[in-house]
């Protein structure tokens, strides 16, 4: 574990302006997402740009990047105005981006993902061994290990994000802007890549580092400046600032950061797996052999760099995946493999599913066909051969006053909802009828913090009344805030189990890294 | 999850090219075994291997083989084709309209500009493929369907049942390489087109993996926005590879009706087109997989012709013109195993840029 | 599409009505356009067109006569599009519910109308359910896309169906089981015993059955069964998004191939009804096209089956007119094909209406199509 100081030590970006955004705004049908925005970004600097989820930060750099074409206001480089119209043209300024999203291709090999767009051609045919050793030496010199012929889907995110840093040197940024890096990382990880930065920040790279985490902003950043609602409501200097100060600017009003909770009191085993084995949809093993009990009246949080299994371990205990191995007992009676209808009735189970848009709604569907998703069979909505649109309707009102439901009407699509009523709506329909055991995958990913802490709440109670929750994020904080045993999960196991007070952040991300926390003691 | 244990030169063939490879070199072996030895004595052998039955084999895999080429530029780009039929007829009745109407030129000459019309036509269906899929957001299969309704009709509306194509056409043998017993008159014996279908495969290959243009076409349809934050125009590469696609697919209602037919009939693509996109999907989007599947499939059909003109009458002679459509079903369901189309088929790509 | 029920129905009928509408009356333009070019003369051939169509009680008996099969194999297509699910097959489907309810049709004798009749329409819907559900059951289990499989079924229904009807030949092949002994050389079946035909409801020279109310029938069960069931709903779910439907506890794999198999009882009973109702014997010319023509209808009828009911009116109108343009204008009957493929082509692209109408784009609704498709399997 290295020190975690932070780097006052560099010298801090100074001189001309590398970047400039000047009166930006960008319109969308209906939307502001971006107004009046100015920024400036020096050589040699970390500009940390901080906004919560659909702050506008994204639609920024993607003006910046020449995806987006901006309503108002003009971006110069070096001094001088220029326009793009696409990102070759950003790329051509020495503007480099890695998505939050990665955009590689997963059945490319590096080689090819890295010289896409800017091949290296020799005689008519791709010169893949002259960009392979350009990739070792870049590799080399920014100590970003990684092999040029493996193919992308079979890397780990964290050297994924590698090869996207890679393709932007590759073409020569300058400019680096690196959108939610951090949210697919161990903490370990995490510590790496700022490392990263540090050194490229050292040879005369600028970066713009965009995320909603306020650690993470103070540990690495010279500069931060703040985006709400698409204004840029303030700057703040990571030397005098605060967590409570940076919440307060990016959310507008004063939040807790911590969540208020009592100690637990767990009762009787409901859910219980041993040994459960599953494989991914491409048949690879994803899970090998997971045992873990959660009580009534407990929050068991799943912790855990994504595609460790996590999506697998909630699709075989909700009966959406074959467990080709062990066992799932709810509430003592043998549910491996029952069918995802039986597990709901019988198992008095509820599932908040990880992506909502996949699973959890019919974007199509009125809010209120949406609220009958997993009920519309039974009385009052269903007579068995025809349903009941009254009752249906009846049981939206009721729900979505109950959960805050933000909807023009319950007529409305589902689709057009915000992402954070869409997800109140998931939530309306899981937590509004009996259950004994809730099953949460990211239940507040890509919502506002208003929604967040809602939702969080509504978990909290949910425990308190006596219902055991099995919590999957791949957020820490989240697991760290909600948790009162945290399980962490790695390359299909769950490789240890601890009491949230005996849970450190260090601890859990030498978890998460495949790292047993004996071997580190032996160390 | 990355595995360096070593793979077996075998898998690897499997897993770039499908079960086609195994079937297909299973084919070439039984033909060979067949036809130097005494077993070619034998009729039902004779029937099931011999060199007609391979030279059957070849006439009916080149339309396939074109097809499926056609399928897989498409595709590869992220386009989906089920128009292949009505491109194929469309330049099949280009090459015909062509011919009968340069009936006086120079057979070479008029056979070639034939060629060059069905081309173009079926590079035009395929740019309006591509129109309708792009630029007016038309689910593409349903596009696809337009395409073959659209051929069907104008066809059968312009068609003039008094023109008469004189001549198409003939073998080429290649000096030297003709003379090798069976390879010889079944490979290196046959007229330019199947040449030319055989040539396009190699270059279809080399082109998508070896090439700029082919690692743009993959990534377009493998993940659009990947290729677009890269800077590359996703939708110009769906444009030019639907159309070359087109075109393929016209060359091989060119070798129909300039090569193998000399005469135009409606509707004689008579599946053809469905048969190739099944061979795209056995052959897993690969050249080579597809001309291995296109030959299974081409088989079936030079399998029926043999045991019709052989006589065979216990058997209702329409259950043994089932044999290619039951042996496509069988492929796409049992044999194919696991294939991935590209990731990105299908979809409309917008540039966000563009709201 | 959302739930059926709303206060603003009107409103949404005429929209849901406008670009079909304007989608035929582009197709007609554009089929003038043709006309020109190879020298035809668009006004005669419309005028025959509308003639034959509706210009006497003959007229449209043949229009109507025509519109029974289409509406059944449009919404063959229009129920298997609710659940995402690509029919290809209806005229597979259409033979071989025709070659199953002729073989009930042709034996049997002497048993009540009320009986035999019902047994025959049966016979061909479950004819047409088998060969709709092979493809969903392929589906299912392999993986293998319905379009590839439908479409090669299609050609497997052909040759089964030439094969029943087989005169046989003249190196001793064995004729098929349905083949009618006194034909000859002419492969057909006999015909179908009075107690399994359709009745009359205008006899000859009009010659319109009592098929016209099944059709309408199954049209108003096909609404009720999507909009109305729970069972509907679940399609309507899996069709939206498969996941979310095995999310809800639907059975997913169950609802494509009962879909499938209903999709395929519509088809089958298109081709009974034409059997056992107009042609009263089976031969090899007889199906086949109107399966294909099942897709258009269902796309213009923008695959809700009332519209289903309409956009078959109108193909009928097309059909049933054809032979008079040809015998009055002169214009091949095979332009109605290509004004057929226009229609397709304008309806499943709104935005080509909309730019040539010059129309504002309402909803973003509008520029999505009935199937999201690829051939990603199950």
């Known amino acids: 574990m290295t020190a975690a100081q932070p780097a006052q030590a560099q010298k801090p970006g100074a001189g001309p302006p590398k970047l400039e955004v000047l009166g930006i705004t960008k319109l969308f049908p209906g939307v502001v997402a971006n107004k009046d925005i100015d920024l400036a970004l020096h050589e040699g600097e970390i500009l940390a740009l901080l906004g919560e989820n659909g702050a506008g930060k994204s639609t920024l750099m993607n003006i910046i990047y020449g995806l987006y074409q901006p309503t108002e206001g003009q971006i110069r480089v070096d001094g001088s105005p220029v326009e793009m119209h696409s990102p070759r043209d950003a790329i051509d300024l020495g503007i480099g981006m890695v998505h939050q999203h990665f955009q590689l291709v997963p059945v490319m090999s590096v080689v090819d993902n890295i010289m896409l767009g800017s091949e290296s051609v020799d005689r008519g045919l791709l010169d893949r061994q002259s960009v392979s050793a350009q990739i070792q030496e870049l590799s080399e010199r920014y100590n970003m290990a990684v092999d040029p012929n493996s193919i992308i889907e079979d890397l780990p995110v964290g050297v994924q994000q590698r090869v996207e840093i890679l393709k932007a040197l590759y073409r020569n940024a300058e400019i680096l802007i690196l959108d939610e890096p951090t949210s697919v990382l161990t903490p370990q990880e995490i510590e790496g890549l700022f490392e990263v930065m540090e050194l490229l920040r050292s040879q005369g790279k600028s970066i713009i580092f965009i995320t909603h985490k306020l650690k993470e902003v103070l540990r690495v950043a010279d500069r931060i400046a703040v985006l709400r609602r698409g204004e840029m409501v303030g700057e703040a200097d990571p030397a005098t600032t605060s967590q409570e100060n940076l919440a307060a600017l990016m959310v507008g009003r004063r939040v807790t950061l911590e969540m208020e909770k009592e100690p637990a009191s767990a009762g009787d085993v409901l859910l219980q797996l041993r040994d459960v084995e599953a494989h991914t949809d491409l048949g690879e093993p994803a899970l090998r052999g997971v045992s873990l ?41 043998d549910m491996t493999n029952a069918s995802p209808r039986r597990i709901t009735e019988e198992g008095a189970i509820c599932h908040v599913p990880e992506d909502r848009h996949m699973y959890g709604m019919v974007d199509a569907y009125s809010v209120a066909d949406n609220l009958v998703l997993s009920a519309y069979y039974k009385k009052p909505f269903s007579s068995g051969l025809t349903m009941n649109e009254q009752a249906i309707a009846q049981h939206a009102e ?20 915000s992402g954070g009523n869409q997800q109140k709506m998931v939530v309306a329909r899981e937590f509004g009828r009996p259950i004994r055991l809730l099953v949460a995958a990211q239940p507040t990913r890509g919502i506002d913090v208003g929604s967040i802490e809602f939702i969080h709440s509504q978990i909290v109670a949910k425990r308190d009344e006596g219902i055991a929750v099995l919590l999957v994020s791949y957020e820490l904080d989240e697991i760290m805030a909600l948790s009162d045993r945290i399980a962490v999960m790695f390359h299909g196991r769950i490789s240890a189990v601890l009491p949230r007070s005996q849970a450190t952040r260090e601890k859990i991300g030498l978890l998460m890294a495949g790292v047993s926390v004996e071997d580190e003691a032996n160390s | 999850m990355s595995k360096n244990a070593p793979v077996s030169a075998f898998h690897r063939l499997r897993r770039r090219y499908g079960n086609t490879m195994i079937v297909a070199l299973a084919l070439i072996v039984m033909a060979i075994l067949v036809n130097v030895t005494p077993l070619k004595e034998q009729t039902w052998l004779r029937v099931l291997f011999g060199v007609s039955a391979l030279n059957f084999t070849l006439r009916w895999t080149v339309p396939l083989v074109l097809g499926a080429l056609s399928g897989i530029l498409c595709e590869r780009s992220g386009i989906i084709n089920i128009g292949i039929e009505g491109m194929m007829l469309a330049g099949a009745f280009a090459g015909f309209v062509a011919k009968t109407s340069t009936n006086h030129w120079p057979l070479a000459a008029s056979l070639i500009f034939s060629v060059v019309a069905a081309v173009a036509v079926g590079g035009l269906m395929g740019a309006v493929h591509a129109l309708f899929s792009i630029r007016f957001r038309m689910d593409q299969i349903i596009s696809g369907t337009v395409i073959i309704i659209l051929a069907l009709g104008t066809t059968s509306y312009l068609y003039n049942r008094d023109a008469i194509a004189e001549g198409k056409f003939s073998s080429i043998p290649i000096p030297g390489l003709a003379q090798i017993p069976v390879i010889g008159p079944v490979l290196f014996d046959n007229p330019p087109i199947t040449y030319l ?8 290959h080399l082109g998508l993996f070896y090439t700029r243009w082919g690692l743009r076409t993959r990534a377009v349809g493998e993940h659009p926005r990947a290729a677009d934050t890269v800077g590359i125009n996703v939708n110009r590469y769906r444009y030019i590879n639907t159309s070359l696609g087109g075109m393929l697919a016209g060359l091989a209602g060119a070798f129909l009706v300039l090569e193998a037919v000399g005469q135009f009939q409606e509707g004689m693509t008579a599946g053809r087109g469905f048969i190739s996109l099944a061979a795209m999907i056995f052959g897993n989007w690969n050249p080579i997989g597809a001309l291995g599947a296109a030959t299974l499939f081409g088989y079936t059909q030079a399998l029926q012709n043999e045991l019709l003109l052989a006589g065979v009458t216990q058997v209702p002679r329409q259950f043994i013109s089932m044999l290619p459509y039951v042996v496509t079903i069988v492929a796409v369901s049992g044999l194919v195993g696991r294939v991935r189309p590209p990731a990105a088929e299908g979809k409309v790509y917008e540039t966000e840029g563009s709201a | 599409m959302a739930t059926a029920s ?18 035929l009356l582009a197709a007609l333009l554009a089929g003038a356009v043709v006309m020109i070019l190879s020298g035809d003369d668009p006004m005669a051939a419309y005028s025959g067109l509308f003639k034959g169509a509706f210009g006497d009680g ?31 097959g209806a005229s597979g489907q259409f033979v071989m519910g025709s070659v199953f309810a002729v073989a009930v049709g042709i034996n049997f004798e002497g048993l009540p109308v009320y009986i035999h009749l019902p047994l025959a329409l049966l016979a061909g819907i479950a004819g047409g359910m088998l060969w709709g559900a092979i493809p969903g059951i392929l589906k299912v289990y392999t993986g293998a896309h319905e379009v590839i499989v439908t479409i090669m079924l299609n050609y497997v229904a052909s040759l089964f169906g030439g094969w029943t009807v087989y005169a046989g030949g003249t190196q001793g092949q064995t004729p098929g089981p349905l083949w009618d002994r006194t034909a000859g050389a002419i492969s057909e079946t006999p015909d179908v015993l009075h107690s399994a035909q359709i009745p009359w409801l205008f006899g000859p020279p009009y010659r319109v059955h009592y098929g016209v109310f099944l059709a309408l029938a199954a049209a108003i069960l096909v609404w009720w069964l999507i909009f109305k069931t729970p069972l509907g709903f679940e399609m309507r779910t899996v069709g939206h998004n498969m996941r979310a439907a095995r999310y809800a506890g639907i059975r997913v794999n169950f609802t494509i191939i009962l879909t499938m198999a209903l999709a395929g009882g519509l088809a089958g009973l298109a081709g009974a009804i ?22 258009t209808v269902a796309l213009l009828g923008q695959t809700h089956p009332i519209g289903v009911l309409l956009a078959a009116f109108m193909f009928g109108a097309l059909d049933g007119g054809a032979a008079t343009m040809q015998f009055e204008s002169g214009v091949p009957a095979d332009i109605i094909q290509i004004i057929q493929a226009l229609v397709l082509a304008f309806v499943a692209a709104p935005l080509i209406i909309r730019m040539i109408f010059r129309l504002r784009q309402q909803t973003d609704q509008d520029a999505g199509s009935a199937v999201n498709t690829s051939w990603g399997g199950a």
């Open chain 1, 293 to 333: 009990d959660v009580r009534a009246g407990e929050i068991v949080g799943v912790a855990g760099v994504q595609g460790n299994g996590q999506t697998e371990l909630v699709e075989v205990v909700t009966g959406l995946r074959p467990a080709t191995g062990g066992s799932v007992l709810i509430n003592g009676v």
């Open chain 1, 398 to 417: 009721e729900l979505v006053a109950r959960f805050d439901v933000r909807t023009p009407s319950v007529r409305t699509s589902g689709a057009s909802l």
């Open chain 2, 197 to 204: 279908a055989l040539i396009m495969v190699a270059v279809v």
């Open chain 3, 6 to 23: 709303s206060t603003t129905g009107i409103t949404r009928t005429l929209r849901a009505l406008l670009i079909p509408s304007l989608a």
């Open chain 3, 58 to 88: 003959k007229g449209w008996a043949r229009t109507v006569r025509k519109t029974i099969p289409f509406v059944l194999t449009g919404l063959s297509v229009a129920l298997a599009f609710k659940v995402s699910l690509f029919n290809i």
């Open chain 3, 274 to 295: 034409e059997t056992l109702g107009l042609n009263h014997k089976f031969a090899p010319e007889f199906g086949g096209a109107v399966g294909f023509d099942g897709i």
